[in-house]
């Protein structure tokens, strides 16, 4: 076999959101911290819960349960803040806890079915089954530039 031909490996980490399992390409992940309180602003969409000092950064901070459309999660010191990074913008997203580093080829995904005629977005860009779990690939650019499009 030629090495050439070997399909390239994606890693993402798997966290636990509302007892379901999601995922994202860890290439944009900068780091995951614990739960800190966030300072709320006005006028914020409800699924931002506020800003959080991130070593003299403002770092805003999203509750990606109620963001995806699920019930918003109460917070607790178990729920994690996995930092990410897109085209240069932080964004804090709360999550039950972070479960896993799985690595997996493209070969390994799939399209999710459409649910909606004529729906533009979708925040699930694959899907994956591993040891039987259904895991969601989330489309992160869909869910932070919403954000930055929402606050402008």
């Known amino acids: ?14 966290f636990q959101l509302a007892d379901q399992e999601y995922s ?12 800190t309180r966030t300072t709320p602003l006005p006028h914020a969409p409800s699924y931002m819960k506020g800003v959080i ?9 999203m509750d990606l349960s109620e963001r995806l459309g699920l019930e918003p ?3 607790t010191d178990r729920n994690v803040i996995i930092v990410v990074n897109h085209d240069d913008v932080m964004t804090g997203l709360l999550v039950d806890a972070v479960s896993d580093i799985i690595a997996l080829t493209a070969d390994d995904l799939q399209p999710p079915p459409e649910m909606q005629p004529g729906s533009t977005s979708n925040v699930v860009s694959s899907l994956t089954l591993i040891d039987e779990r259904m895991i969601r ?16």
């Open 24 to 35: 994202l390409d860890i290439m944009s992940v900068r780091e995951i911290r614990g739960w």
């Open 73 to 75: 999660q109460k917070q």
């Open 53 to 61: 000092n991130l070593r003299g950064t403002v770092l805003p901070v």
């Open 1 to 14: 076999m030629n090495d050439k031909e070997s399909p390239a490996t994606i890693e993402l980490l798997t």
């Open 137 to 152: 690939v989330l489309d992160l650019s869909s869910i932070v530039l919403s954000v930055q499009s929402s606050a402008a």
